[in-house]
Nanobody
């Protein structure tokens, strides 16, 4: 079965860094685009970044502002999101998702989702 499992979230001070992981199973990671999204309570899901099987990347610079980097380790079937200079407004549940097509940063384009990993950034 197709499965995506996020990990790496936690509590971090403002200005700190985290590396989130998205481990995929049930499909070839080089056959799909993987996106990172987040959702804070009461807010809509926000697209952050996406990576294609050819390692083309897409960022929502309105949110990322040069702070995040997406990359993959195909041998580990894992896509990562490294986040620097975290701010309290980055506090949210972070999801990865799969799209069988080109990259996008809009949630409706993605059909398979993980359960999320919580990121909390202290003031």
């Amino acid at each position: 079965e197709v499965q995506l499992v996020e990990s790496g979230g936690g509590l971090v001070q403002a200005g700190g860094s985290l590396r989130l992981s998205c481990e995929a199973s049930g499909f070839r990671l080089d056959s799909a685009s993987i996106g990172w999204f987040r959702q804070a309570p009461g807010n809509e899901r926000e697209g952050l970044s996406c990576i294609t099987p050819l390692d083309e990347v897409l960022y929502n610079e309105n949110i990322v502002k040069g702070r995040f980097t997406i990359f993959r380790d195909t041998a580990k079937n894992t896509v990562y999101l490294h986040m620097n200079n975290l701010k309290p407004e980055d506090t949210a549940l972070y999801y990865c998702a799969r799209r069988l097509g080109a990259c996008a940063i809009s949630a409706p384009y993605f059909g398979s989702w993980g359960q999320g990993t919580q990121v909390t950034v202290a003031s």
